[in-house]
């Protein structure tokens, strides 16, 4: 998966549905100690900016799912709710 199409997956957009959100999502990458961690996020029906799922890419070139707990810093600040 590109991660450009992290927006348009279906499974994420099933995911945001859970979480209130119905805008179109969207996809923003950091870089954090050497990797680059793209986060997917939406507004829900309050106006609040929510955080769907992080993924970074591995050493395949592929990208995985980034367990809760391994977040990087600057995307926890971004999303302190």
Known sequence: MDYLDLAFD???QNQARVFGIESTLDVG???WK???FYHVSGVNRS???VLVEVFKVNAHGKLEAVLVYQYPVP???LYRN
């Open 10 to 12: 279906p499974r994420l």
């Open 29 to 31: 990458v950091i870089e």
């Open 34 to 36: 050497g990797h680059s």
């Open 47 to 49: 106006g609040q900016r």
């Open 75 to 77: 995307i926890r600040d």
